[in-house]
């Protein structure tokens, strides 16, 4: 019981990797479809480390991630400490899609708030954070 | 007694402003600006034109207009003095001030000070009346007031509004578009609190939301958004759907389809937010630049249809409609 309650109220924090071109962003994305696709209820918070190359590859890199996680009704949210990203992401209108936040205690904070009674329980288990950004081996090798 | 005039505009050191001695540039779009930032036009019209303005309102025929330098003064005054003028008025370029400026020549006659300087609750406005025996370089500077030995301080009490930073540009357009101080955008009333420049062109869904400011020749595309707060000035196109408010547009920018410009100030490739003082380079993105006349009218031409090519089908590309600008007939009582 208590497991079943603590993973339907999970919110998962992914870091994004700094340049995630390639075959590290597949990666990340396929690390991500199995990370929600393991969710009950699932709900991802999408963090920018400060030192994200935001481009336009990486922009439809944030785009795809968010459609993998809509794939499986997950719930995305972005953390971007950088105010200079969350003006671009403002600016081209993708964090009227998913909603951006400062800092992912902010983000984990709002979905809780978002997801109803059940969930935001007192003793709700703290945001895992789950890191996406290196391939496994066995990744590299279907890579 | 003859009196002459220099407007002193600040010098631009690496595209940064100087207004205080050893002063840095408050905002990176300060420094990545073509002009300083007094030179921004509000709605319209550049503080340089609005001093111009007020001081040929005086009926000075003698006027020059030069950098905020000590030698770039020297030689204004040099020329000036050959000319046998006896008093100057010096006008640095730091901020738009509503001063009656007959009012300014008349206290310093009757206060026979040599110089005469306005100042408000927070210092000096940049404007000086500087007898010919007492001029030096420093005299002409406004950011040099002290060892300027006996002057007279006029106090002003109307609206001043220093153009230090982008907020402070942002918080004049603003007023300016509420009707809180005297500045008129320049063009036509399209619409209640809507102003328009001539040669204006927007499709027909493009929504203008009071107050907001178009400048002239700007080419506003299908679904464009303007306003509240916000000003697009001369020169400019906004492509389909863009939304901008409580922001400013500088000349000559393209901005690309698509955009929410909230809040911010964008001069050709450079946004700069105000909330957060990030700039951010829109060349990286494609999402904008700065295009002159004729990039402008390349545009233009892409998207009209082309004369006499193919069967006279209406092409919808980009629906203008010019009617959208007229000036608005001012209701009156009904006979």
């Not at chain 1, 971007?80 to 671009?88: I, K, L, Y």
């Not at chain 2, 009656?100 to 008349?106: A, E, K, S």
Request: hydrophobic share 40%.
């Amino acid at each position: 019981m208590t497991d079943s309650r603590s993973r339907y109220s999970e919110v998962v924090v992914v870091r994004v990797p700094e340049r995630p071109e390639g075959r590290v962003g597949r990666a990340f994305r396929r690390g991500l479809r199995r990370t929600v696709a393991q969710m009950l209820r699932p709900a991802v918070v999408l963090e920018l480390p400060s030192t994200f190359q935001l481009d336009n590859e990486a922009l439809d890199f944030l785009l795809g991630c968010a459609r993998e996680a809509a794939g499986h009704d997950a719930e995305v949210a972005i953390a971007a400490t950088s105010a200079h990203h969350r003006v671009v992401l403002e600016l081209t209108r993708i964090s009227s899609v998913l909603p951006t936040f400062s800092s992912s205690e902010e983000a984990v904070a709002c979905m809780d708030k978002d997801r109803g009674s059940p969930i935001a329980a007192k003793d709700s288990p703290a945001p895992s954070m789950v890191t996406l950004d290196a391939p496994t081996t066995q990744e590299r090798g279907l890579l | 007694m003859e009196l002459g005039a220099f407007v002193l505009i600040p010098q631009v050191s690496e595209g940064s402003v100087r207004f205080r001695r050893n002063a840095k540039p408050t905002s990176q779009l300060q420094q990545t600006a073509v002009y300083p930032s007094p030179l921004w036009p509000v709605l319209g019209k550049n503080l340089l034109q609005h001093w111009m303005e007020k001081i040929r309102g005086l009926g000075i025929q003698v006027m020059s207009v030069g950098e905020d330098i000590p030698a770039s003064a020297e030689t204004l005054f040099s020329n000036f003095a050959r000319q046998g003028l006896e008093r100057f008025l010096v006008v640095c370029l730091k901020a738009y001030a509503e001063i009656d400026l007959t009012d300014f020549v008349r206290f310093h006659r009757e206060t026979c000070n040599p110089i005469t300087e306005a100042i408000d609750q927070e210092g000096p406005l940049g404007v000086r009346l500087v007898d010919r025996g007492s001029f030096s370089p420093g005299a002409s500077c406004a950011s040099e007031s002290e060892g300027l030995g006996r002057f007279a301080e006029y106090r002003f009490a109307g609206y001043v509004k220093r153009m230090m930073s982008p907020q402070s540009y942002s918080d004049l357009v603003s007023d300016a578009l509420k009707g809180r101080c005297a500045l008129q955008p320049v063009g036509s009333q399209v619409g209640e609190g809507v102003w328009a420049g001539e040669g204006v062109r927007m499709a027909r869904s493009v929504r203008l939301s009071a107050p907001c400011y178009v400048g002239s020749n700007t080419i506003l595309r299908d679904c464009v958004s303007i306003g509240p707060f916000s000003s697009v000035e001369n020169n400019c196109f906004i492509d389909c759907g863009t939304t901008i408010e409580s922001s400013s547009v500088l000349p000559q920018s393209f901005l690309a389809a698509g955009l929410n410009v909230r809040r911010s100030i964008v001069d050709g490739p450079y946004l700069e937010h105000l909330d957060s003082g990030t700039t951010v380079d829109l060349r990286a993105f494609g999402l904008g630049r700065r295009v002159g006349n004729e990039g402008r009218m390349r545009f233009d031409r892409r998207l009209r249809p082309q004369a006499g090519s193919g069967p006279a089908t209406p092409a919808r590309a980009f629906d203008v409609d010019p009617i959208s600008v007229r000036p608005k007939a001012v209701a009156g009582p009904q006979p």
